[in-house]
């Protein structure tokens, strides 16, 4: 074709024989995703190319030759099935959601409705819209929300090209490859609007405008709006807005978290949809707090305090990342360029308003810093990235204790129908019946887990095991680094992976913290592992480095090596281009999960739960979810080196435990078997894998609290804030005026206290307390004095003294509280209002010592 010539593309839909139009329905809707049946409808129609595509099945109608349309359409057997498929769909659509009160069920209210931002959505192979964990969590809260008729709706931004693909240069180095998606093939369609054209919203960015055009993704029963700026209106600068996740380029990146904040609103008024809850999944939405501030303060002239209390009832943010450099932020000079309109609107100067929006000494706009000052609902995603955060945010909230600092936990989960092996799903399916889809949080279903009979679940897992091996291998064969070696040409990739033979997994981005090459400290020990005649143990790796971090992507190449210079590619096998695919092969596929970690860098970590309900055991440093899970009945930990400071020494313990671990307790376990020669110790392992890491860790129970935790509270506070004209808005601010006029004068003037400083007193003894307190002017019953007692381990109590009376403006307050418990413990007296509503309460506390 001659190159100078310009055509012009435009997309052609098939035309489909009458009765398979409900193909297109499906295709449409990602439930069939994750539905085996739809799966597997799908893939008879043809499955080579439904592999070639991805999985993709509006592709694969695109593809398929007309003739195999239409003799499909002619195939009762074919017809059966989809009208059995389809007939599925429309029960599942059909069920209708309910939330768990008292226990019992209720409706949700016809105008609750939540909208979850955030910058990546990992929900299908053929979506390139993610980059890891935080975008499968989306992807996976998304599904549950449908499964469990939950009134939400997802705003997200629409990558031209997305994350990149991964391929393995003949040097063992990673390369990265943008595909541009062609989205007339996927499953995604415009926002067409009552004109019947395409939906296009603008935005004013200083003084200039960005046209976004909106697209929706059916995720079962809910929607996915994605905003995109390559249109041709856009100046050319604007149209690369949406090319790439997560760009380097810091002008870039703020314009992209501009428009997912400022156009999702934008797009949210013009779809006339009125959240209720706004959830910001990481901090990389929370611009859209300035742009609230903005709205609410022009159409209800609220005054600042009041639109933040308004937003602060509303918020709930999601922090992710347990270390402060992985937390969004920017220079103040970019915030300065892009928002001053925006900030003088609010009636603040800049730096009054960007004092919101920093911590210590640090000079840079925290998006993270903004959410939770924004946010009364507050969570990390596991019990110990909740006290890390606490104490990483500790400044924020400088005068309470940090264990009462409002950072909840709600550990993460994954969905079942999306990460459970077909075959899995089958057992689940017989024994502890199908409703799961739809029920998975209720804990009672899974004890059936542990009925099912030991060999059905081994041969279940061997048959996943052997299709992951058959994959791996395709995988080998047309990926270029064995392409022109002799490797690939010679019969070895046929001996690559046994299924005879223990294989552990490692899948994840390659990121430093995660350590992906620890294996690798004491190679000769790991050679002795991988080559031993009687208990071998061989290794599949898999992942991506970010395109601009060298060392994650010298610890891809370090493995690559270490598997050619030692001979022994069939067993310490590296496969490219990690993606939903892969990371659903594998963690279906090997027998134990091996996550290292550096303690307590991994937030939360789901690719081992994914793992673990595929009675896939995880083998992993006590971090993130694990030690929420681990017993020795369900895998392995690793905590040798936890508590180093060093970070070889600390490295140098965890690997050594790793091989011993290996060598004592894994390889011995998996390769006893029994008179059945099948491992019976393992199965049993296996099992309460799948029941713990299902019971615990499903997306459902999580979605569940953060119902019950926030968002149902939100609409409660909502409901109540906005009732009467505002009126208990109103009170609020009330309140916050007499404080801020009195509190800096409010004193300790006198405390009588029957205990000394370090005095030994029994259990059982009463100590008494007797406090004068200057309040000026303010009224007693705005304020709360309180005894703050903690023990050793930090657990506390809070003992509230009673106002006996006033004189002068100056109040006595008393209380007499039995000390039960023994050993060390510690105590202070404070004053702090009465009410925790007010935006900056904890502003508010002093402390007597
Ligand atoms: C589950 C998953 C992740 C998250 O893995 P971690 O355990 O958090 O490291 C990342 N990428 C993909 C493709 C996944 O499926």
């Not at 929300?145 to 391929?167: E, H, V």
């Not at 600092?405 to 199908?434: A, E, K």
């Not at 610890?555 to 022994?568: G, P, R, S």
């Not at 006029?741 to 370090?758: E, P």
């Amino acid at each position: 074709m001659k190159k100078n010539i310009n055509f012009r593309n435009f997309y052609v839909k098939p035309k489909l024989p009458e009765n398979l139009e409900s193909l297109n329905i499906l295709a449409e809707n990602l439930w069939s995703t994750w539905n085996p049946n739809a799966y597997k409808l799908f893939s008879r129609i043809d499955p080579i190319l439904f592999r070639k595509f991805n999985h993709n099945p509006v592709r694969l109608i695109q593809k398929v030759p007309t003739e195999k349309l239409v003799k499909l359409s002619q195939e009762s057997g074919f017809l059966n099935e989809l009208d059995s498929v389809y007939k599925q769909f429309i029960s599942y659509k059909d069920h209708k959601g309910y939330y768990l009160e008292d226990g019992k069920r209720k409706k949700f209210d016809n105008d609750f409705q939540i909208a979850y931002f955030s910058m990546e959505f990992g929900l299908h192979e053929s979506l390139p819209i993610y980059s890891g964990g935080l975008g499968i969590l989306s992807g996976d809260h998304l599904k549950a929300a449908s499964d469990m008729g939950l009134p939400l709706i997802g705003f997200g931004l629409l990558y031209r090209y997305g994350y990149f693909n991964q391929k393995i240069d003949l040097n063992g180095k990673q390369a990265e490859v943008y595909n541009e998606n062609e989205w007339h093939s996927k499953p995604i369609k415009k926002v067409i609007d009552k004109n019947g054209e395409d939906l296009v919203i603008k935005i004013k960015i200083r003084d200039e405008i960005i046209f976004l055009k909106a697209w929706e993704i059916q995720v079962g029963k809910i929607s996915l709006y994605l905003l995109d700026a390559n249109i041709g209106k856009n100046k050319l600068h604007h149209r690369k807005i949406t090319d790439y996740l997560y760009v380097s380029d810091r002008e870039m990146r703020i314009l992209q978290e501009i428009v997912l904040a400022f156009g999702s609103l934008k797009l949210i008024e013009k779809l006339k949809i009125k959240p209720t809850v706004y959830h910001l999944n990481e901090g990389h939405s929370a611009f859209l707090i300035i742009k609230r501030l903005n709205d609410l303060m022009n159409s209800n002239d609220f005054s600042f305090d009041e639109a933040r209390e308004v937003i602060r009832l509303s918020t709930v943010f999601t922090t992710h990342t347990p270390v402060p450099a992985g937390n969004e932020a920017f220079e103040m000079e970019l915030v300065r360029h892009y928002f001053s309109d925006e900030i003088k609107e609010t009636k603040m100067s800049f730096e009054q308003f960007t004092n919101l929006a920093k911590i210590n000494n640090n000079n840079d706009f925290s998006l993270s810093v903004l959410a939770i000052k924004f946010a009364k609902y507050i969570n990390g995603v596991s019990k110990l990235h909740s006290i890390v955060s606490k104490e990483m945010w500790n400044p924020i909230y400088s005068n309470i204790c940090e264990d009462e600092m409002p950072i909840d936990s709600i550990t993460n989960g994954v969905h079942i129908p999306t990460w459970l092996s077909r075959q899995m799903s089958t057992l689940f399916d017989r024994y502890i019946g199908s409703n799961y889809e739809h029920n998975a949080d209720e804990e009672t279903i899974w004890k059936n887990i542990l009925n099912i009979p030991d060999i059905e679940i081994w041969e279940a897992h061997q048959q996943r095991k052997q299709q992951m091996i058959t994959f791996i291998r395709e995988r080998l064969r047309s990926s270029l680094m064995y392409k022109s070696s002799e490797f690939a040409t010679s019969e070895k990739i046929k001996n690559v992976l046994s299924p005879d033979k223990l294989i552990i997994g490692f899948a994840r981005r390659f990121a430093t913290y995660k350590r992906a090459n620890l294996i690798l400290m004491d190679k000769k020990r790991l050679l002795k592992l991988i080559c031993d005649p009687k208990k071998p143990v061989q290794f599949v790796f898999a992942g991506k480095a970010h395109p601009a971090d060298e060392f994650g992507k010298s610890m891809i190449k370090e493995i690559i090596d270490f598997a050619k210079e030692n001979q022994v590619e069939d067993s310490f096998v590296f496969i490219e281009d990690y993606d939903m695919n892969v990371a659903r092969h594998i963690v279906q596929g090997v027998d134990v999960w091996l996550n290292t970690p550096i303690k307590p860098k991994e937030a939360s970590g789901t690719s081992g739960m994914k793992a673990g309900i595929n009675g896939v055991m995880n083998f992993s440093i006590l971090d993130g979810w694990w030690p929420e899970c681990y017993s020795p009945d369900n895998g392995w930990s690793i905590i040798a080196g936890s508590q180093q400071a060093d970070q070889q020494i600390r490295d140098a313990m965890d690997a050594n435990e790793i091989y011993d671990i290996l060598e004592s307790e894994i390889a011995p376990t998996y390769y006893k078997r029994n008179k059945n020669r099948i491992p019976s110790r393992w199965i049993k392992m296996m099992k309460h894998s799948i029941h713990d890491v299902g019971k615990g860790f499903n997306v459902h129970s999580m979605l569940r609290e953060y119902l019950n935790k926030f968002y149902l509270h939100i609409s409660k506070d909502v409901k109540n804030i906005s009732d009467d004209n505002y009126k208990y808005l109103k009170h609020l601010n009330d309140i916050e005026s007499k404080l801020q006029n009195n509190w800096q004068k409010v004193k300790f003037v006198n405390m009588d206290i029957n205990i000394q400083d370090s005095e030994t007193i029994n259990s059982g003894d009463v100590i008494k307390i007797n406090a004068k307190i200057y309040i000026d002017g303010l009224d007693e019953k705005l304020l709360k004095v309180e005894l703050f007692n903690k023990n050793e381990e930090n657990e506390f109590n809070i003992y509230e003294l009673s106002f006996a009376m006033k004189e002068k403006n100056i109040a006595t307050f008393e209380g007499e509280f039995t000390i039960k418990s023994s050993g060390k413990q510690s105590y202070n007296i404070r004053i702090r209002p009465n009410q925790t509503d007010l935006v900056e309460y904890y502003e508010y506390v002093k402390w007597y010592y």
